[in-house]
């Protein structure tokens, strides 16, 4: 979600695999001795095993998790209109997490495409107004994030390119004249409305920013196409040329727009129908549902800011082709998994605690990770590659650290990777923007 930009640009420049380690500081020794091909292809073929086991199973287990979120829903709508509580306010939440993280976010990912799961499928769900309404109400447009989080995030992971890239958004909080206690409350203060404040207007930044260049127009020369866009940014007087290319009032109706009128003002607005006590019934709706806002931001942020950041997090000063032993290298030591194993588990952390597994195959579905994850984390035992998984407080506490700059992400070498893997200075280019990229 934020991060500092990294100072070394991308090039074509050639590298050897038979680079010295004396180098290579004490913790990075392992890069030296890694036979990045045979890993390669021992999680190519894992990934195959585990996307020829997709079937039945993955559908009904689908179907449990989209039942699960339904029942919060069901909570939380028909309590909402009694005073601000703990159960409907946390049943709202989990109905918003619960439909973004597990359900849109794999659905998305092309998860469910080669199953017969209904609507559930990457090339319609959530595209468009009504599909919107329907599929995945949130402030987030799904055409922005298939763009934002399905390409650049998952084939530029850690690099300046991934929007994503811990440690730069909140860069003003690295200047030493901030005291650390100010830097923390600054992100406390964030962390309740991140995905409206800065992750929808950013993703769609992205999104338009890849249609302006697609259409044939240069960026105008005083825009950083890697500064993250924030509804703050939108406004600000010296941002002009942002707002050439992001329009303030398409960000208010198109983005955050379905959001408030279809949760925050229609729900109330049912309500006040209600002779004599409407009004009143409709104010509880509000501040529950305005409450449960503010909830599942920060249970999204503990769960999703986290998964690629903290001091034993790499980042990459270039870009590899997909598939390649190096491509599943970085995803893995570029990522970290939570606590796991069942599916209560799993829900409340938004099956985000499978995060190594997503990034490695990002179109598989719930289950197989779910699956996967062992076998995984062996074949990293067996190869030496570092597989990182922690509770999801203390990768918290490493993400805040490196936010205000108490800490760094670890840089990686990549001259020790094969120089076939390389993609160049221009990276992976794809013609769709959702499903898997086998598709394009």
């Given at each position: 979600?934020?991060?500092?930009?990294?100072?070394?640009?991308?090039?074509?420049?050639?590298?050897?695999?038979?680079?010295?380690?004396?180098?290579?500081?004490?913790?990075?020794?392992?890069?030296?001795?890694?036979?990045?091909?045979?890993?390669?292809?021992?999680?190519?073929?894992?990934?195959?095993?585990?996307?020829?086991?997709?079937?039945?199973?993955?559908?009904?287990?689908?179907?449990?998790?989209?039942?699960?979120?339904?029942?919060?829903?069901?909570?939380?709508?028909?309590?909402?209109?009694?005073?601000?509580?703990?159960?409907?306010?946390?049943?709202?939440?989990?109905?918003?997490?619960?439909?973004?993280?597990m359900i849109a976010h794999h659905t998305c990912h092309g998860g469910y495409?080669?199953?017969?799961?209904?609507?559930?499928?990457?090339?319609?769900?959530?595209?468009?107004?009504?599909?919107?309404?329907?599929?995945?109400?949130?402030?987030?447009?799904?055409?922005?994030?298939?763009?934002?989080?399905?390409?650049?995030?998952?084939?530029?992971?850690?690099?300046?390119?991934?929007?994503?890239?811990?440690?730069?958004?909140?860069?003003?909080?690295?200047?030493?004249?901030?005291?650390?206690?100010?830097?923390?409350?600054?992100?406390?203060?964030?962390?309740?409305?991140?995905?409206?404040?800065?992750?929808?207007?950013?993703?769609?930044?992205?999104?338009?920013?890849?249609?302006?260049?697609?259409?044939?127009?240069?960026?105008?020369?005083?825009?950083?196409?890697?500064?993250?866009?924030?509804?703050?940014?939108?406004?600000?007087?010296?941002?002009?040329?942002?707002?050439?290319?992001?329009?303030?009032?398409?960000?208010?109706?198109?983005?955050?727009?379905?959001?408030?009128?279809?949760?925050?003002?229609?729900?109330?607005?049912?309500?006040?129908?209600?002779?004599?006590?409407?009004?009143?019934?409709?104010?509880?709706?509000?501040?529950?549902?305005?409450?449960?806002?503010?909830?599942?931001?920060?249970?999204?942020?503990?769960?999703?800011?986290?998964?690629?950041?903290?001091?034993?997090?790499?980042?990459?000063?270039?870009?590899?082709?997909?598939?390649?032993?190096?491509?599943?290298?970085?995803?893995?030591?570029?990522?970290?998994?939570?606590?796991?194993?069942?599916?209560?588990?799993?829900?409340?952390?938004?099956?985000?605690?499978?995060?190594?597994?997503?990034?490695?195959?990002?179109?598989?579905?719930?289950?197989?990770?779910?699956?996967?994850?062992?076998?995984?984390?062996?074949?990293?035992?067996?190869?030496?590659?570092?597989?990182?998984?922690?509770?999801?407080?203390?990768?918290?506490?490493?993400?805040?650290?490196?936010?205000?700059?108490?800490?760094?992400?670890?840089?990686?070498?990549?001259?020790?990777?094969?120089?076939?893997?390389?993609?160049?200075?221009?990276?992976?280019?794809?013609?769709?923007?959702?499903?898997?990229?086998?598709?394009?």
């Amino acid at each position: 979600m934020v991060a500092l930009p990294l100072d070394i640009p991308l090039s074509d420049q050639t590298y050897s695999s038979s680079s010295s380690s004396s180098s290579l500081a004490p913790e990075d020794q392992w890069i030296a001795k890694l036979d990045f091909d045979s890993f390669g292809r021992d999680v190519t073929a894992l990934g195959k095993e585990l996307l020829q086991e997709t079937g039945d199973a993955d559908v009904k287990h689908l179907e449990k998790i989209v039942n699960w979120r339904n029942i919060a829903a069901l909570i939380g709508l028909s309590t909402c209109w009694m005073s601000p509580n703990p159960i409907t306010i946390a049943a709202l939440s989990t109905w918003t997490y619960a439909s973004w993280t597990m359900i849109a976010h794999h659905t998305c990912h092309g998860g469910y495409n080669r199953v017969e799961a209904g609507r559930f499928h990457s090339r319609g769900f959530g595209l468009g107004l009504t599909n919107r309404l329907v599929d995945w109400l949130d402030w987030i447009m799904p055409e922005a994030w298939n763009l934002e989080h399905g390409r650049l995030h998952h084939y530029r992971l850690n690099e300046s390119k991934d929007p994503d890239l811990v440690q730069r958004n909140l860069h003003f909080l690295h200047d030493d004249r901030i005291p650390m206690p100010f830097r923390y409350a600054a992100v406390m203060f964030f962390l309740p409305i991140w995905k409206w404040y800065y992750y929808a207007p950013n993703t769609y930044k992205e999104l338009k920013m890849n249609e302006w260049v697609r259409s044939g127009k240069e960026l105008p020369a005083d825009i950083d196409p890697e500064e993250a866009a924030t509804l703050f940014s939108l406004i600000d007087p010296n941002r002009s040329s942002l707002r050439q290319i992001v329009k303030p009032h398409e960000v208010l109706f198109k983005v955050l727009g379905p959001m408030i009128v279809g949760r925050l003002l229609a729900v109330p607005a049912l309500l006040c129908a209600i002779p004599g006590v409407g009004f009143t019934l409709a104010g509880n709706a509000l501040m529950n549902l305005v409450l449960a806002e503010l909830l599942t931001n920060v249970h999204a942020f503990v769960t999703i800011v986290t998964n690629h950041a903290g001091e034993d997090m790499y980042t990459y000063d270039d870009a590899v082709r997909p598939k390649t032993g190096s491509f599943y290298v970085r995803q893995i030591v570029g990522s970290v998994n939570y606590d796991a194993g069942s599916d209560p588990v799993d829900f409340v952390h938004g099956f985000l605690n499978y995060q190594i597994e997503h990034h490695c195959w990002p179109d598989l579905s719930m289950l197989q990770y779910q699956r996967g994850a062992p076998r995984l984390k062996a074949i990293c035992e067996k190869h030496g590659v570092p597989y990182v998984q922690e509770n999801v407080m203390e990768r918290l506490r490493k993400t805040v650290d490196v936010m205000v700059g108490r800490k760094r992400m670890r840089p990686f070498p990549t001259q020790y990777e094969p120089a076939k893997d390389k993609a160049g200075a221009a990276g992976v280019t794809w013609k769709k923007t959702n499903g898997s990229i086998d598709e394009d």
